[in-house]
């Protein structure tokens, strides 16, 4: 079965992702977050890149990075917490 692919190349992945993220309500900020740092995690996104989709300097992209892994990282202790 042949898959359907919704983006044919990482620009156009950061480019989506971007304007979801602009946008993005409390609970989407989140898990964009993490879709954003699985990515950068994988190497699929530079710091360069992520500077130029958000159109932003160095220290602008370093401070956003870091929101952006904070928020990553508190989805990801969301989906793995349980009830007590």
Do not use: C, P
């Amino acid at each position: 079965m042949a898959i359907s692919l919704r983006y044919a190349t990482t620009a156009q992945l950061g480019t989506a992702l971007r304007a979801r993220f602009k946008t993005a309500s409390k609970n989407d900020l989140y898990r964009l977050s993490a879709k954003i740092k699985l990515h950068y995690d994988l190497g699929d996104f530079t710091d360069a890149q992520m500077k130029a989709l958000f159109s932003i300097t160095t220290t602008q992209w370093n401070t956003l990075k870091t929101k952006i892994f904070n928020y990553a990282t508190a989805y990801d202790a969301m989906q793995n917490s349980v009830g007590e």
